[in-house]
């Protein structure tokens, strides 16, 4: 079955520098990749997926590039902002009833 | 916008009790799910139901049981419950395809004293 592998823990930056999430996956079909974002005491909502045209997906200032030959979807900013502190799920779908979530990382934006 | 409505909000229940929750999606989604969020923030699929009907079920205890009236609904019932059942238990729906996005409600967080 798929899997999700992402850096675990707790990522903690100062406002205004980059970020950059990392997410691998294993899949034996080629999956669609997802990002998910939790803020405290809220559902887990997208904050981004993959296109099937190699596409590059954005929004709120969060980007991620869906690379095949190194399985990867790491999920990048340029800037950090103080409002991006949460919970991050990257997660794989190859399988029209089952999304597979990785671990999760918290990242603390601090001023 | 809420969309995946879940209730109740929270539950404290003593070791060995039933308990059940529900879930209704106002989306009209053809696909429903119950994922578990553990202490440590795992996510994991528990069942999948795709209009009305058990698709994935994945390694849970039996005193697990999914039950759905109709594809907006999807609840979620434990007997006997123990004290690793302690989670936040969280519905989601989606569309009936690989590249789609999952909903999520606010979840039911279970407390098993």
């Known amino acids: 079955g798929d899997s999700v592998t992402q850096t675990e823990g707790l990522v903690t930056l100062t406002e205004g520098l980059p970020v950059m999430l990392n997410c691998t996956y294993q899949?034996?079909?080629?999956?669609?990749l997802f990002w998910y974002v939790q803020h405290l005491n809220e559902a887990p909502k997208l904050l981004l997926k993959s296109f099937t045209d190699n596409k590059r997906p954005e929004h709120q200032g969060f980007h991620a590039t869906l690379h095949k030959s190194s399985s990867s979807f790491h999920l990048q900013k340029s800037s950090a902002q103080l409002s991006d502190s949460a919970l991050y799920y990257c997660a794989c779908s190859s399988n029209t009833n089952k999304v597979v979530f990785g671990t999760g990382t918290r990242l603390q934006v601090l001023p | 916008e809420t969309a995946v409505f879940q209730t109740p909000n929270y539950h404290v229940t003593q070791v060995g009790n039933e308990v059940s929750f529900n879930c209704k999606q106002t989306l009209g989604h053809d696909t429903m799910y119950w994922y578990k969020q553990d202490s440590k923030k795992l996510l994991k699929i528990m069942f999948s139901?795709?209009?009305?009907?058990?698709?994935v079920n994945e390694t849970v205890p039996r005193r697990f049981s999914p039950q759905s009236s109709d594809k907006a609904h999807l609840n979620l019932r434990i007997k006997s419950v123990e004290p690793e059942d302690s989670a936040v238990y969280l519905c989601a729906s989606s569309w009936d395809s690989a590249n789609t996005e999952v909903f999520f409600g606010k979840g039911t967080r279970l407390t098993v004293v």
């Open positions: 899949s034996t079909y080629s999956p669609f």
């Open positions: 139901y795709n209009n009305k009907q058990l698709i």
